[in-house]
């Protein structure tokens, strides 16, 4: 990435115009950015940024290529992602749980109300809390025993294995006798996530942990204490089914919104896990994130494909379903947008946004 994008700061707003998505007139909003928003201590591809409520950033990084190691007994899979904390000015204060067990794969970080912080992670299938000073909280899912082997010279693909555990039922197939059936992508019940993408919690604190960038679609709830209490959604394309499960969000009213990028739509849940919505005309959701204003509002990125850049708008919906308006596109420079992988937008017209292709983190105003 060129050094002059890392200094530039777009003063002017974009001019005003307009976009039919699906028979609806979308108003293109006039936004200002700065890309100069942190130094990072290394860069790589940024998965996720949060802000907790003292206005300090966090970023969760891709600096590095996920390795393993065979041991005596099981296969040391690590990798080097790391999750870096910054002040509301963009300086850097330190890194969190530096070399941590769980860093393999960086998707996504989150804030919750008391300031703890979770680092989704899809190549580990964790996701893990800390508190706001970055000491251990609690940790949800679990390494994977074996790991695909490269085809090399004298080395055939396969799987290894150091601790064999028994085969889980194939999704759809026949399960033992007297046993169910598992429906395709539904996973298993509790927290054995398939790279989980992001998490985000209703006012009692409990949990909701996006299960979908592998072979799951769900969502999967867990009480405060951490305790699985149910999980919602399998592979499909009709209401309440998944493809691709990139994003969650819970407003202040308990509902769920998970965005269905495979499906090309949000779709809205209520705070008991039944379809109520969809909302479409808004491309591929990956990265969502509802705001704290009264009405709240929900903004969703249409992130372009990594081989190309004909996407990359982002969306402000009215929580009916409504679409305020876009503005943005795919590019390079200051204030275009280079598969946007994680958003956060505790005020209404302020977002930060986690760019994978650009290697940064953009603060970007809305205009009203």
Known sequence: MKRFLRSAVVAGAVAIGATVVTGQVVP??????NVDVVQFPVYGEVAGVATDSRGNIYAYVRAGMPTATLGHERTFYHGHSRLFKFDSTGKFIREVANGTYAADFAQNVRVDAKDNVWMVDAGSNMVVQYDSEGRFVQVYGRKPESIPVRPGPGVPARAIDPLPMPAPVAPGAAAAPGMPAVPPGTGVRGDSFNRPTDVAWDKAGNAYIADGFGNN????????DGNFID??????????????????AVDAAGNIYVADAGN?????????????RAITGVGAPMAICLTNSSPQYLYSSNSNDPERLDNGEIYKIALNGS????????????REFSVV????????NNLLVAEIGNWR????????
């Open 28 to 33: 293109e909003l006039a936004y200002d950015a």
């Open 341 to 348: 992988n994680g958003l956060d937008c505790r005020s209404d």
């Open 361 to 368: 983190v953009q603060r970007v105003t809305v205009k009203r």
């Open 231 to 248: 999980s919602w959604g399998r592979t499909g394309s009709n209401p309440g089914e998944f493809n691709g499960v990139r994003g969650v």
């Open 217 to 224: 679609n769900r969502i999967a709830k867990f009480g405060p």
């Open 264 to 276: 090309r739509r949000i779709q809205v849940l209520n705070p008991q896990g039944k379809y109520l």
């Open 323 to 334: 679409i305020v308006g876009r503005f943005g596109r795919a590019g390079k420079i200051a």
